[in-house]
């Protein structure tokens, strides 16, 4: 049954009876006034993720005079999709493929309208968009749904992630305006981080092609144009009263003043921003590596100086054990030895007193002798004699003795 051409999408897609589609409730709204103007025409419609396929019968009864509808999801699943409209076709592939790139331009050379419901991961939609935007028509649009995913780190993305696919079609923002910076860099080289990084590259031609951009919530809308369509073209002054400003009337006619723009340091550089915040955070992301290596060195150095300083406690302690040991040995020694000393003065000092006694005995009887009278007075008996020997030999010996070893 044909849908009446006064049925908005949101009546059609609420009234949806066959395979289940999913979109969020601002999209119908946003997609009716987008797609108004191609609604009668015969358009050629690609879709990228399609999940359960409902949303290519939806299209087809919003668009009556479509000539295709094409889907393209790398669910093997989809491959059981199966549609009574032969307008409606099916390719089971990654869309940025070779292969499924082929089977895609198999259905159609080119197409007026393409979304991109695919994965969400910036990667894929910034491939996705430089892989189909030459295949898009002039006039057409492409459209990125579910762009909030490229604010979680999820989906490769963050709010100041500088490779996210919101930060891409931000960049080409000012692809638009190429002509008015004023710098000698092209749309490509101005283009080349995000080349790099998602291994996506579009001409210059293609990028000149892009006539618009349009953001709402989740969504980025691109329109195409022919690159002549996209300059800001001459100055028309209509009109002949100019009481406040005659000065402009001689600029009918003229273009757009360009003024070098090298020396301007926002201008002039020869890495975007966004380039030169990754490039920073890598260095920092370097550093505090570098940092937390060192802090691990610095720790096991600090543990090898406190086990080292615990062995050299112990050693000492150990040195100072022995010295005790030894000091206490050499004050039992010094003990010992005074004892030895007192010992042998004790012995000494008795051995005089005995030699004193005798000595005194000697010296009573050589007196006595004397007053005897026996003998002659030159002649020292001879027991007296052998008492004096005997008396000094003891008294050497006792001197030797007594000398300390």
Request: charged share 20%; net charge negative.
């Amino acid at each position: 049954m044909m849908n009446n051409r006064s049925d908005t999408l949101r009546s059609i897609f609420v009234e949806h009876k066959g395979k289940v589609s999913d979109k969020w409730s601002m999209y119908l709204d946003e997609y009716n006034r987008l797609f108004d103007a191609y609604r009668d025409l015969p358009v050629h419609l690609l879709e990228i993720g399609i999940q359960n396929g409902g949303s290519l019968e939806i299209w087809n009864k919003f668009f009556p005079n479509a000539v295709t509808i094409a889907g393209c999801d790398n669910n093997p699943v989809c491959a059981q999709l199966k549609y009574e409209d032969p307008k409606i076709a099916v390719v089971t592939a990654d869309a940025n493929t070779d292969e499924a790139e082929q089977l895609i331009l198999g259905l159609s050379s080119h197409f007026d309208l393409i979304i991109d419901d695919g994965s969400h991961h910036s990667g894929d939609i910034v491939r996705s968009f430089a892989r189909y935007l030459p295949h898009l028509s002039d006039g057409g649009l492409y459209i990125a749904e579910d762009l909030h995913c490229s604010y979680w780190q999820e989906f490769d993305g963050g709010i100041y992630h500088p490779d996210s696919s919101i930060a891409f079609f931000k960049r080409l923002a000012d692809i638009i305006n190429h002509e008015h910076w004023g710098i000698a860099v092209t749309r490509c080289e101005f283009m080349q981080e995000f080349h790099s990084k998602h291994n996506a590259e579009l001409n210059e031609i293609s990028l000149a092609s892009i006539h618009s951009i349009e953001f709402t919530n989740s969504m980025c809308v691109i329109r195409k144009a022919r690159p002549d369509s996209n300059v800001l073209g001459r100055r028309l002054i209509v009109g002949t009263d100019a009481l406040v400003c005659s000065d402009i009337l001689p600029f009918h006619g003229s273009s757009s003043l360009l003024t070098s723009q090298i020396d301007n340091p926002w201008s002039g550089g020869d890495t975007p921003v966004e380039a030169a915040l990754l490039a920073r955070t890598q260095e920092v992301a370097d550093l505090t590596r570098i940092l937390s290596v060192r802090d691990i060195e610095i720790a096991a150095l600090d543990q090898t100086a406190a086990e080292s300083g615990l062995e050299h406690l112990a050693q000492v302690a150990a040195v100072q054990q022995q010295l005790e040991v030894k000091l206490l040995e050499l004050a039992s020694r010094e003990v010992e030895i005074a004892q030895q000393l007192l010992d042998i003065r004790q012995t000494h000092e008795a051995q005089l007193a005995e030699q004193k006694r005798q000595h005194s005995v000697l010296e009573q009887s050589f007196s006595a002798h004397l007053q005897a009278g026996q003998g002659s007075t030159n002649i020292v008996p001879p027991v007296i004699v052998d008492s004096i020997d005997q008396l000094a030999g003891q008294t050497i010996a006792t001197a030797v003795q007594a000398t300390p070893a």
